[in-house]
């Protein structure tokens, strides 16, 4: 997994617990950006289930650990799909945007 170390910018791979250039520690944060990961994915999984209400709160909570496009995409599939909010699609879609803007 690709991480930028927070304190320094630098851009590194996935091995080392510490910035390559910095020395900042970097275990913690690579942590819950694999939490973020894995609630993402399993968002995704529950969606394709059809599982729209748990898709939907999976993707919320990997989203409050990363603003990442898959948590968005699926958050905005499982809005639309379970229609149960129709503010929260149009909130998702704007994440999105916001994302790709960036
Ligand atoms: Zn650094």
């Known amino acids: 997994m690709q991480i930028t170390c927070p304190a320094c910018g630098k851009s590194q791979p996935g091995a080392g617990d510490n910035c ?3 020395g900042c520690e970097l275990r913690a944060l690579r942590e819950v950006l694999r ?3 894995r609630l993402a994915a399993a968002a995704a999984a ?3 289930a059809g599982q729209y209400a748990p898709a939907l709160a999976l993707a919320e909570r ?3 650990l990363k ?3 898959p948590a968005a995409l699926t958050a905005f599939l499982a809005a639309l799909s379970g229609g149960e909010d129709p503010g929260a699609a149009s909130t998702w ?3 999105m945007e916001a994302l790709e803007g960036a």
Do not use: D, K, N, P
């Open 20 to 22: 390559q250039r910095c």
């Open 35 to 37: 939490a973020a990961a």
């Open 46 to 48: 529950r969606l394709r």
């Open 62 to 64: 990997s989203w409050r």
């Open 67 to 69: 603003h990442s496009q």
């Open 93 to 95: 879609l704007a994440r």
